[in-house]
T-cell receptor, first 115, second 116 residues
């Protein structure tokens, strides 16, 4: 167990709908990253939040957005869902201490299916 | 793009050491080598990381060559539960407040199958 929890575990949505996924960080961690993992592929970096601001983003369109809250928990929002958004969405938390990145710990993921 | 190259698959007999190689010839001075593994549809599990020295923890050992262009993850006594996809990742260890923020760039990984 990593202490990173994600909800829900599974979700089915219709094309064009919006979805919100949630993540609670490991205690003591102040940074949250989100990843998308399509079937048979490695996880792809979506974005990272630190001090409630996005401080890094991968190659994902603006309809992928996020929030980080004062307790360091986070949400991933995806608007106008497309069939290709079907994937396992992973949240990872880590600690920025000074300028040092610590190792990132992942949650179990949310399996999103878009029909 | 991932900065690492790994064999797509490997086999290992239960109880034997599993040695998983990784090439990272373009690694820069402040980049660490990280290893994660992912067991079927679960979240990736952190194993170990290192900068230039060899590292060991309760799960594995990491051997990094002197020129840092390659490394080997060693599972000393593989069990059936070690069957997983193993990812070798080069990651910025330091955040410069700009574009370096320590993201993990996953490649395809190595599928390790441990058989009885």
């Amino acid at each position: 167990e990593t202490g990173v929890t994600q909800s829900p575990t599974h979700l089915i949505k219709t094309r064009g709908q919006q979805v919100t996924l949630r993540c609670s960080s490991q205690s003591g961690h102040n940074t949250v990253s989100w990843y998308q993992q399509a079937l048979g592929q490695g996880p792809q970096f979506i974005f990272q939040y630190y001090r409630e601001e996005e401080n890094g983003r991968g190659n994902f369109p603006p309809r992928f957005s996020g929030l980080q809250f004062p307790n360091y928990s986070s949400e991933l929002n995806v608007n106008a869902l497309e069939l290709d958004d079907s994937a396992l969405y992973l949240c990872a938390s880590s600690l920025f201490q000074g300028a040092l990145n610590t190792e990132a710990f992942f949650g179990q993921g949310t399996r999103l299916t878009v029909v | 793009d991932a900065k690492t190259t790994q064999p797509p698959s490997m086999d290992c007999a239960e109880g034997r050491a599993a040695n998983l190689p990784c090439n990272h010839s373009t690694i820069s001075g402040n980049e660490y080598v990280y290893w994660y593994r992912q067991i079927h549809s679960q979240g990736p599990q952190y194993i170990i990381h290192g900068l230039k020295n060899n590292e060991t923890n309760e799960m594995a050992s990491l051997i990094i060559t002197e020129d840092r262009k390659s490394s080997t993850l060693i599972l000393p006594h593989a069990t059936l539960r070690d069957t997983a996809v193993y990812y070798c990742i080069v990651r910025d260890g330091w955040w410069d407040g700009g574009t370096s923020y320590g993201k993990l760039t996953f490649g395809q990984g190595t599928i390790l199958t441990v058989h009885p």
